[in-house]
C-alpha cells in the first residue's frame, strides 16, 4: 500500500489506487475476457473461433489454468510474476502444449493492461522464460522411433489388421477405415469427413473437401484444400463391398435411402457411449482400433494415425515420388512442410555424382588445352 501511495505522489494520479485490479482471475476470465474471446476481440488474429476452438480453450482453463491461478487477483498476479513463470514452468513439465496456455495467459494480461484493470502488464516479461520440456521429451521419443514406419513394419501392419478382419476382430469398415487412411496419405478428419457423394466409385476417385471436428460437425480440410485423389483398384472393390454392407447394416435400424452415389451419408459411422446409432467417428476412433491391433500383435512397431501419413509420405519418396507430388498428395501448401513429413535422408544417386564428375573432367580438359596451348608458342 505504500508503495502505492509513493507512486501517487510521483505520477500526481491515482490511477494505480483502482480498485479494478483487485478482480480475481476467474472473475476476470468469465465475464470480460471469454465474451471478448469467443468474438474474436481477443490474441494478434482477430478471428472469430470455432465452437471446437471454444471448448478447447475452455478446457485448457478449467484444467489448468483456473486451479492455478483463479483465486488470486490480477494486480497479485502481476506483481507476483516470477510465481506465474513458475507455476507455469511445473506445468511445462507435465504438460506438452503449454504455448497455447502461454498464450492464453499473454492475451489475457494484454486485455486487462489494454482495459486499464492493471497498469502495465508485467507478465508478458516472464513467459518468454518458460520452455515445453515435455514436448520437447515427446518429440526426442517419436524421433527416436522413428517419425514414420519403415516399408517391412507397414507390411506388418497390414498382414495384422488383415489377420484380425479374418478372425473377426476388426469389422469391415474398420478395416476400410486404416487401409483408405494409409493409402490417401490424409488426416483422420478427412477419412471422418467423408461422405459418399465424395466417393466416385464408377472412375476410382475420392474427392478430399472436408473434415470432421471434434464436435462432429463438418468443416473445411486444412487449408481449405479441395482434392481428388485416384484410389487403386482393390480399394475400389473395398469401398464397394462396404457400401453394400452399410446399406443393409442402417436398414436393419430403419435407416434407409443411402444407395445413391451423392449421398450425405457419411462413409464411416459408429454407436457412440450413449446407444446413438449412425453417428459421425469420434476423433480418436482411429487411434483405438490402431492400439486394439498393437494389443493383439505386441511385436509391431509403434503408430498412430499422423504416423500413417508420415510413412505414407517417406515411402512414396523411396518408391521414386517426387517431392512436388507428394506435396500435392498431402495437400501442402508448399514442399518445405512436405520436408517435414518425408523422414528419410535425401537420396543422392549416380546421376548426380556424374554430372559432378563431368564437370570437373570438362574444366581439368579447358585447363589443359590453354596450357599446351601456350606451350606451343
Do not use: C
Not at 22 to 35: A, N, Q
Not at 322 to 332: P, Q
Amino acid at each position: 500500500m505504500q508503495g502505492k501511495i509513493d507512486k501517487v505522489l510521483e505520477t500526481g494520479t491515482d490511477r494505480v489506487m483502482s480498485i479494478k485490479g483487485e478482480i480475481t482471475f476467474k472473475e476476470f476470465y468469465e465475464t470480460l475476457w471469454l465474451p471478448l474471446y469467443e468474438a474474436g476481440g481477443s490474441g494478434r488474429i482477430r478471428t472469430i473461433p470455432t465452437k471446437a476452438t471454444v471448448a478447447n480453450t475452455k478446457n485448457i482453463f478449467r484444467l489448468h489454468l483456473l486451479p492455478m491461478f483463479g483465486a488470486y487477483s490480477l494486480t497479485y498476479l502481476n506483481e507476483h510474476n516470477q510465481m506465474v513463470m513458475e507455476e507455469l514452468a511445473i506445468l511445462a513439465e507435465q504438460y506438452a502444449n503449454i504455448k497455447t496456455v502461454k498464450s492464453y495467459i499473454s492475451q489475457l494480461f494484454e486485455v486487462a493492461e489494454a482495459a486499464e484493470y492493471i497498469q502495465v502488464n508485467r507478465i508478458a516479461k516472464v513467459l518468454k522464460f518458460v520452455n515445453a520440456p515435455k514436448k520437447e521429451r515427446l518429440r526426442e521419443k517419436r524421433e527416436a522411433e522413428g517419425l514414420a514406419l519403415t516399408a517391412d513394419e507397414l507390411i506388418a501392419w497390414i498382414d495384422a489388421a488383415k489377420a484380425d478382419l479374418a478372425k473377426g476382430k476388426l469389422s469391415e469398415m474398420e478395416y476400410l477405415l486404416f487401409v483408405l487412411t494409409l493409402n490417401l496419405g490424409d488426416r483422420k478428419s478427412e477419412s471422418y469427413g467423408l461422405q459418399w457423394k465424395h466417393v466416385d466409385l464408377q472412375n476410382g476417385f475420392v474427392y478430399v473437401t472436408k473434415a470432421l471436428k471434434k464436435d462432429k460437425s463438418l468443416g473445411p480440410t486444412k487449408g481449405r484444400k479441395k482434392t481428388r485423389i485416384q484410389i487403386p483398384e482393390f480399394i475400389v472393390d473395398l469401398l464397394k463391398s462396404w457400401k453394400e454392407s452399410q446399406v443393409v447394416e442402417l436398414a436393419a435400424l430403419g435407416i434407409t435411402g443411402i444407395t445413391g452415389i451423392t449421398g450425405e451419408q457419411f462413409v464411416f459411422t459408429y454407436i457412440d457411449n450413449s446407444g446413438h446409432v449412425n453417428q459421425p467417428l469420434h476423433a480418436d476412433f482411429l487411434n483405438y482400433r490402431l492400439d486394439s491391433i498393437a494389443k493383439r500383435h505386441p511385436d509391431l512397431a509403434h503408430a498412430y494415425p499422423h504416423k500413417l501419413r508420415h510413412s505414407y509420405a517417406t515411402l512414396a519418396l523411396e518408391g521414386g515420388a517426387t517431392m512436388k507430388g507428394i506435396s500435392e498428395s498431402l495437400t501442402h501448401s508448399d514442399e518445405e512442410i512436405t520436408r517435414t513429413y518425408v523422414n528419410t535422408p535425401n537420396i543422392v544417386n549416380l546421376t548426380t555424382n556424374t554430372m559432378f564428375a563431368k564437370r570437373i573432367a570438362e574444366a581439368r580438359a579447358n585447363a589443359e588445352a590453354k596450357e599446351n596451348e601456350k606451350h606451343s608458342w
